[in-house]
């Protein structure tokens, strides 16, 4: 079974800095990545995703991540954050053609405004 | 468009009752799902269906039952109650197929707590 691994489970940053999120993951075959996102008091939305193409994807309010195969990774990046972005952020791995998605444990991002 | 709605938001029992937690969909989805959410765990698999009328069980299925009788409904039942299943639950549904499968629609939650 797939599992996947984010470090670093609270970060704390101010304004305008830049964010980076780590996930790793062991599955060694074609798999479907996926960040979500979970504002406080609300539920998890997509963030991105990446099925195939172009390793580099962008997804919603700036941000984006860079799928590199051989480092089984999918880092999640934004350059400059702002306080709404304070939120608890899940990489989430499917082995395909496997249907249920394997979620990391989550990193608690605080913004100081 | 309600997406995925979820009842009761809000429940406390007492350890040894049963409870009902509703999950429905209006989207037409094929796949349904039941995480639970726990500090530091992130979100684990409980049981899932990939259709009506079947199910299968997840990471973490002991303690729990479920039933998809109805396309868009997912139910996801306690029959006996424990400290241990205080909790937030999240149902989720998504289409069927390579692409979509595994794009996920979640509902706003259920707090659980087990006294």
């Known amino acids: 079974a797939q599992s996947v691994s984010q470090h670093n489970h609270h970060v704390i940053l101010s304004e305008a800095a830049s964010l980076e999120l780590g996930c790793n993951y062991s599955?060694?075959?074609?798999?479907?990545l996926f960040w979500y996102v979970q504002y406080p008091g609300q539920h998890l939305q997509l963030l991105l995703k990446?099925?195939?193409?172009?390793?580099l994807v962008k997804g919603i309010k700036g941000f984006e991540a860079e799928f590199i195969k051989s480092k089984f990774s999918f880092n999640l990046r934004k350059p400059s954050v702002q306080w709404s972005d304070t939120a608890e952020y899940f990489c989430?791995?499917?082995?395909?053609?496997?249907?249920?998605?394997?979620f990391g444990k989550g990193n608690q991002v605080v913004v100081i405004p | 468009n309600a997406g995925v709605t979820q009842t009761p938001k809000f429940r406390v029992l007492k350890t040894g009752q049963s409870m009902t937690l509703l999950c429905a969909q209006d989207?037409?989805?094929?796949?349904m799902y039941w995480y639970r959410q726990d500090p530091g765990m992130g979100l684990r698999l409980i049981h899932y269906?990939?259709?009506?009328?079947?199910?299968a069980k997840g990471e973490v299925p002991d303690g729990y039952n479920v039933s998809r009788l109805k396309k868009q409904n997912f139910l996801l039942g306690l029959e006996s109650a424990a400290p241990s299943q205080t909790s937030v639950y999240f149902c989720?549904?998504?289409?069927?197929?390579?692409?979509?499968?595994?794009?996920?629609?979640f509902g706003a939650g259920s707090r659980l707590t087990v006294l």
């Open positions: 989720a549904s998504s289409y069927s197929g390579a692409s979509g499968a595994n794009v996920l629609t």
């Open positions: 599955y060694g075959g074609t798999v479907n």
């Open positions: 990446y099925f195939s193409g172009d390793p």
């Open positions: 989430a791995v499917n082995a395909r053609p496997n249907n249920r998605l394997a």
């Open positions: 989207m037409n989805h094929e796949y």
């Open positions: 269906s990939v259709g009506e009328g079947t199910t």
